[in-house]
């Protein structure tokens, strides 16, 4: 199999995003010839153009490493184990973040989704979920999705699994990843038809989730950290499911 080039890469990245090669040169500081030149092999790119090209382009870093490989360069950016001590002070953060939004469900998930931090709360959501869901790596999308899971407990389970599919297939899209690819096929083998037409017209999907305490009604929200030029770092969510209405946030009030 013929090994992909770095104009073939820049070019597929180009096209993905849906930007010209001017609309590209303007934003890297270069010239719409010298883009035409790199993307037909005409010019080699130095090391800090092929990252200002990259950044352009919000190629995520782990990406940023594969172009940088196939110019010829070494990796940039480090891709630090999540227990390794020089994380230290990341996970201390992650932990504070997720005592903070306490009583209200929070997780951390990496690219794939598969957790890597949860606050206590979270329990309330996993309540009843099959202990092999739970086994490490825990995957988050599976864990919600599978019938083992959460899903008997999801009121609008429907809507609920087409608005995680959805985000999945864009996040692919944007990012490809043959895992999620894999993942999206799994689950969509297990939930219902799409709907037909919204069955919510507020601002969100909520999750109208059934549990010991009541049935809640969540929304979520997803946070980056925005500035992180390490691989691990770079790729970290952290989603907080957050009361839609004051009754649900009584319930996840109580002791």
Same mark, same amino acid.
């Not at 219902?192 to 037409?197: A, C, D, K, L, N």
């Given at each position: ?61 782990? %990406? ?6 196939? +110019?010829?360069?070494? *990796? ?22 997720? !005592? ?36 490490? *790596? ?13 899903? *008997? ?15 999945? !297939? +864009?996040?692919?899209?944007? &990012? ?9 096929? %799994?689950? &969509? +083998? ?5 709907? &037909? ?23 979520? &929200? ?21 009361? +839609? ?11």
């Amino acid at each position: 199999m013929p090994t992909r080039s770095f104009a073939d890469d820049l070019r597929s990245w180009r096209r993905r995003r849906g930007v010209s090669q001017l609309d590209l040169a303007l934003r890297a500081g270069t010239t719409q010839r010298h883009v035409s030149f790199i993307e037909s092999g005409r010019s080699t790119p130095g090391r800090a153009m092929v990252i200002r090209l990259a950044e352009s382009l919000e190629v995520p870093l782990r %990406e940023r490493n594969v172009l940088l490989l196939s +110019a010829g360069y070494a *990796p940039a950016y480090p891709r630090t184990d999540w227990a390794d001590p020089a994380m230290a002070p990341v996970r201390t953060a992650v932990e504070q973040i997720l !005592r903070g939004h306490e009583p209200y469900p929070a997780i951390v998930v990496d690219r794939d989704g598969d957790l890597v931090a949860a606050n206590d709360a979270f329990a309330v959501i996993t309540e009843g979920v099959a202990p092999e869901l739970l086994v490490p *790596p825990v995957s988050v999308p599976r864990v919600f999705l599978d019938p083992r899971g959460v899903a *008997p407990r999801i009121g609008n389970f429907a809507a609920w699994a087409w608005h995680v599919l959805d985000a999945l !297939r +864009a996040q692919t899209a944007r &990012t490809p990843n043959a895992r999620t690819d894999e993942l999206i096929a %799994e689950l &969509t +083998a297990v939930v219902p038809e799409r709907p &037909t037409g919204p069955d919510h017209l507020g601002f969100a999907v909520p999750l109208q989730l059934d549990s010991a305490r009541g049935r809640l009604t969540l929304i979520t &929200t997803l946070t980056q950290f925005a500035t992180a030029v390490d691989v691990t770092v770079a790729e970290l969510r952290l989603e907080a499911f957050l009361p +839609a209405d004051a009754a649900t946030e009584s319930l996840l009030r109580i002791p």
